[in-house]
């Protein structure tokens, strides 16, 4: 094989090499993208929840506070964990 003919070889494959880091860039971006949506959803309710609890804590008895708090931490819980399986599969 000429050397001509070596270095098209290798120029063929680099681009084929290089269609396909773009194309996994591509599918990583499209992850992080739904991914951060998946995320972005609990915490909106989680802050506006969390707010409400805020704003109008006094309003309710005790036994009422203890049931929403319960519940945000449930969702604290959930979000926490969807996160930490995200870092495990990441690495």
């Known amino acids: 094989m000429s050397l001509n003919e070596r270095l098209l070889t290798v120029n063929a494959?680099?681009?084929n090499a290089k269609e396909k880091?773009?194309?996994?860039?591509k599918t990583k971006?499209?992850?992080f993208s739904i991914i951060a949506h998946?995320?972005?959803s609990p915490f909106s309710?989680?802050?506006?929840?969390?707010?409400?609890?805020i704003n109008k804590f006094d309003k309710y008895?005790?036994?009422?506070?203890?049931?929403f708090?319960?519940?945000l931490n449930q969702e604290l819980h959930s979000t926490f964990k969807l996160l930490e399986n995200l870092?495990?599969?990441s690495r």
């Open 21 to 25: 880091i773009e194309e996994s860039n």
């Open 87 to 89: 870092l495990q599969w």
């Open 69 to 71: 708090l319960g519940i």
């Open 13 to 15: 494959e680099f681009y």
């Open 61 to 67: 008895d005790t036994q009422k506070q203890k049931r």
């Open 45 to 53: 309710s989680m802050l506006g929840f969390s707010k409400l609890l």
């Open 38 to 40: 998946d995320l972005r």
């Open 29 to 31: 971006d499209k992850f």
